[in-house]
């Protein structure tokens, strides 16, 4: 079971869906998200540049516009 951690609470616009993003696991290149309730492991990826993004809904979702 994901265990979520309650103090973030922000929510972002994701094709029109809202996501809230928690936290990021450097062990298995994960971020979880919660969706609709739902906690979501989505994979973690770092471009040339060094930003960190994560794929959710079929698209790279970059870290530093959230």
Do not use: A, H, R
Request: proline share 2%.
């Amino acid at each position: 079971m994901k265990k979520w951690n309650d103090i973030f609470d922000t929510k972002t616009n994701v094709n029109g869906k809202l996501i809230t993003v928690v936290q990021q696991d450097f062990s298995d290149s994960t971020i979880l998200i919660k969706e609709d309730g739902n906690i979501i492991s989505c994979p973690m990826g770092m471009n040339e540049q060094g930003d960190i993004y994560f794929i959710y809904d079929n698209e790279e979702v970059y870290l530093k516009w959230i």
